[in-house]
């Protein structure tokens, strides 16, 4: 049984909130809800980056998630995504 | 900033080839911080080792992609490259520019930017090279309002999609390149813009066999044009070709410059064909076309006397990528011909596009380029996955080894056996 | 009215693409798409198509740097709006194109080329050396094995002749990538010259905790050299990792993923030579490049080692290959001894591959060739 729309989002907040890694890639959120597609999270999750929930972060070439509150910054480069 | 001392780049304005020392010292007088890009630069090449650092910063607002975040390692000899973040523009389809569009974003670039710049990356987007982070947001809000484009993709996302110069320039091209590709990247901005995979994708659109954009090395979808029917052959240029008539060099003029004697169509082409599929019937050229690869040679060597088939449509690829991790990989043929037609707005590769994302967003590993998930997968699986019949084309040559991944419906009566049954007959 | 700081997300506009390719075209390429019949190269670097209308166009083609400025672009610019009715294109080798619309109009634009010194060389067409693809370096790039910009125009200043002339058996494609991420991706080229390291990476125990996610540094090793530990920074037992150097394949994989990881080093790094790619599927199929000089070392500033290699196997290639022969072409007709020997390349057992997959490259005939190389056994 897939989630609302409004439990999907609280699952993937809560996942970004409580692993113990604070960026996550994309497929860490599917198992948020495994009978939704993987293009469904993956739309819900950028939505939650415009709304501010979850930021892009950059390993050099790969784009993961993070809650903005868990990435320290170094180069103080906040406000940006 | 102050200027300099940089003995060892000055060793590089030597010499014929344009300098890009000289370059950026002569953009130094109107931009200084170009002189702390020189240092910086000229410290690597005493130290012999790199001073950039990455940052984690991947786009403007709402963006995953599009910027690649740099940072210097020894800022306070040169506050002008402190933060140097790349910014990818997506490029116009067959990199044509109006000067006009040129200089509205040299414009914009010396006003946010360091004024360096590629012309083109490698993924080819037009690539500007050096500014802060507080300048991103102002330079997107620019570009989007006043220049109507938009950046390029990076990270986990579809990479800005590229093709050659297609029908645009080009007698070879077997569909049209820049539509598709220019089209595509429409349809995909979200997919371009934010991240959607497990790592990047790639597109590249080739209008022909030759591959122009290297579709078949670089990219995850490789599009390459091909025909069904003949090769159309003009009889009275073929023998214009033989005759050495004026203004019927062989390979288009590209071999004018060597020593290589009158043109000798059996040696050069004839014999030369990877399939021997040609002869000499008197002066007329004979092709038998059901053998025919359509490799491109022949039509290399004598453009004006043969030309694609008039049945034109490409080959899809799928999963070229550079060697990290486990080797280089080509894109593998997976569909040998369809048609690349705007009336249906592409509709039938988009169809292909997007079973393969469908699965390829389940299946793939993190950071696992297609065909690496192909390669560990296996090439029936992708194909069933597909919904494409397995066909001899499909292989170079059948396997060698007998471990066939059988599935239990295959063998009749199935798997499920009693030992106790088996004994009865089969003393241990 | 600009970008307001204070409210970032009125008017924004996004996900625009790019500016459409329509608007770009010069209008004799406009009127013609789709009807060019044929072309020829008039001379090294000036092209013409003709239409099935007889409408032409004549290109003449120069080569860039790549990393370039705006002034130079304003350069081209310049020239475009003079002879080119303000269009210009450049090439996936990043190359300059001008077009004009007439033959008469070639040596105009010519000569306005000509006052720009060298900064617009004139070639890059048919059987030459064209530009070199290449990527950042110690220009841009935080992973770097070499510099990008520098070896290219070394190697470009030593092959200068063969850019604007067309006289080798085949078109000779060089790509430079500065590591093995390969943005330049140039493992199908003629010859390619790829920045390489050897030193493992060390571990900045100090940092690692601060920068990097222990189970995505772990991960990134294709074979499986990077292993959890634990190390004490200040008194204070912290998690890390620690690599099994002798299992390291110096990828870089693991920097990419974890800074704290760095395996740059100016004695380690330096520039691998591999031969005989290709991309098109011209009489061969595309084939990847081979490693045929494992190290050469990062001489700056110009790289004199890699700059005779390179000359050294476009020679030997030029004298030896028979005309429409790539240089992968030539290898494989006559031998990778005999090319070696004709080369001069020593061989090593650093060409043997020993990594995954690598039987497909072991010999299993008794077709070889004598050469220098089994001289030890024919005397």
Known sequence: MALSLEELEAAIIEKATKSPKPQLYIKDFYKCDPDAKPRQIKNVANDLVKKGELMFWSSGSTTMYARPDRIKDEEGSEGIN | ?428 | MGYDPKNPMEGRITDLGPRYYGDMLPPVIKENKGTWLYHEIIEPGVLVHVAENGAKVFTVRCGSPRLVTVNYVRDICDIADKHCDGHVRFTTRNNIEFMVDAEEKVAELKATIATYGNKFPIGGTGACVTNIVHTQGWIHCHTPATDASGPVKAVMDDLFEYFGSMSLPAQVRIALACCLNMCGAVHASDIAILGIHRTPPMIDNERISGVCELPLAIASCPLGAVKPAKATVNGEEIKTVKVNAERCMFCGNCYTMCPAMPLADPEGDGIAILVGGKVSNAKSAPKFSKLVVPFLPNTTPRWPETVKVVREILEAYAKDAKKYERVGEWAERIGWEKFFEKTGIPFTEKSIDDYRLAYDTWRTTTQFKYTSHTAAYTK
């Open chain 2, 1 to 428: 900033m102050a200027k300099h001392e940089t003995p060892l780049l000055d060793e590089l304005e030597k010499g014929p080839w344009p300098s890009f020392v000289t370059d950026l010292k002569q953009q130094a007088e109107t931009k200084p911080e170009c002189w702390d890009i020189l240092g910086q630069l000229e410290l690597s090449y005493k130290d012999r080792i790199t001073h950039w650092k990455h940052g984690g910063i991947v786009g403007v607002f709402g963006y995953g992609g599009g910027i690649v975040g740099r940072y210097s390692d020894v800022p306070k000899q040169f506050p002008g490259v402190e933060h140097f973040h790349t910014v990818r523009i997506a490029q116009p389809s067959g990199l044509y520019y109006s000067t006009e569009n040129l200089r509205a974003l040299m414009d914009l670039w010396e006003k946010y930017g360091s004024g360096v710049t590629n012309m083109h990356g490698s993924t080819g987007d037009m690539v500007f090279l050096g500014t802060r982070t507080e300048n991103l947001e102002p330079l997107f809000w620019d570009l989007t309002h006043d220049l109507k484009q938009d950046l390029g993709g990076s990270g986990s996302n579809l990479r800005t999609p590229s093709c050659c110069l297609g029908e645009s320039r080009c007698e070879w091209a077997c569909y049209d390149a820049q539509e598709v590709c220019n089209h595509l990247t429409q349809h995909y901005q979200d997919e371009i813009h934010r991240p959607a995979f497990p790592y990047k994708f790639k597109f590249k659109f080739s209008a022909c066999a030759n591959d122009c954009v290297a579709a078949v090395a670089r990219s995850d979808f490789s599009v390459i044009g091909t025909w069904k029917d003949n090769i159309r052959i003009d009889q009275a240029a073929v023998k214009a070709y033989v005759d050495g008539a004026d203004g019927y060099p062989s390979n288009g003029g590209a071999h004018k410059g060597g020593n290589w004697g009158a043109f000798d169509i059996q040696a050069e082409v004839i014999d030369l064909c990877p399939t021997q599929c040609m002869w000499m019937e008197g002066d007329e050229l004979k092709i038998d076309d059901a053998e025919c690869t359509r490799c491109m040679h022949c039509i290399n060597v004598m453009p004006r006397a043969l030309r694609p088939g008039a049945q034109q449509g490409a080959s899809i690829l799928i999963g070229a990528k550079a060697p990290i991790l486990d080797g280089a990989q080509f894109s593998t043929l997976v569909i040998p011909f369809i048609e690349v037609k705007k009336e249906n707005d592409f509709e039938d590769i988009i169809d292909v596009i997007e079973k393969v994302w469908d699965w390829w967003m389940e299946v793939g590993k993190n950071r696992e380029r297609v065909g690496e998930t192909m390669q560990r997968i296996g090439l029936p699986t992708f194909l069933s996955v597909m919904e494409i019949e397995p066909l001899p084309q499909h292989v170079k040559e059948p396997r060698s080894n007998p471990y066939v991944f059988w599935k239990e419906e295959e063998v009749p009566g199935g798997w499920d056996r009693d030992i106790k049954e088996f004994r009865k007959r089969h003393a241990m």
